[in-house]
């Protein structure tokens, strides 16, 4: 696993300020790290799980309800994983944790195709119920980037 410095352009779908003009984040408000293509969809479950442990507690410092929001985004970062590596476009997974005060944003791409139905992929149930928002949109690496927004 490592940490990237490559950022997609149009993120995070939160930080949005007056008329819509993005707010820039600084390095301590998000963390992107890579799963390489080798390692399969378990594996790359328990290296997210293992790398969130790690981000989480710092980059949650300080926001209310600390133990809630990352359990919360724990579950959805865990499922977001397990789909998206299941579905790969092959390049391995791309994923981003950043924190813009009222959410916690997920991002794992990237993905073959547009994101089943809950009814395919059961654990997008809790995806859904645990996130306020979800969607995907086109990755820099030919496959799609799916992220949810997890309230904290």
């Known amino acids: 696993m490592t940490i990237s410095d490559a950022a997609p352009h149009n993120w995070p779908p ?3 300020g007056e008329g819509g003009a993005a707010l820039l984040l600084g390095v301590e408000n998000s963390v992107d790290f890579v799963i390489g293509p080798d390692v399969s969809p378990l594996e790359a479950m328990e290296r997210a799980n293992a790398t969130g442990a790690l981000i989480l507690p710092r980059l949650l410092e300080g926001a209310p309800y600390v133990d809630r929001t990352h359990d919360n985004v724990q579950a959805v970062l865990q499922e977001l994983v397990d789909v998206t590596a299941r579905h790969s476009a092959g390049a391995g997974l791309v994923a981003r944790l950043a924190y ?3 959410h916690v944003t997920v991002s794992v791409g990237d993905m073959d195709g547009t994101l089943p139905a809950p009814e395919v992929e059961p ?15 086109v990755g820099d690496h030919g496959g799609r980037v799916t992220w949810a927004a997890v309230p904290a």
Do not use: I, K, T
């Not at 654990?123 to 949109?137: I, K, P």
């Open 100 to 102: 813009d005060g009222a």
């Open 14 to 16: 939160h930080a949005l």
């Open 123 to 137: 654990g997008l149930y809790l995806v859904y119920r645990l996130a306020s928002d979800v969607g995907q949109y």
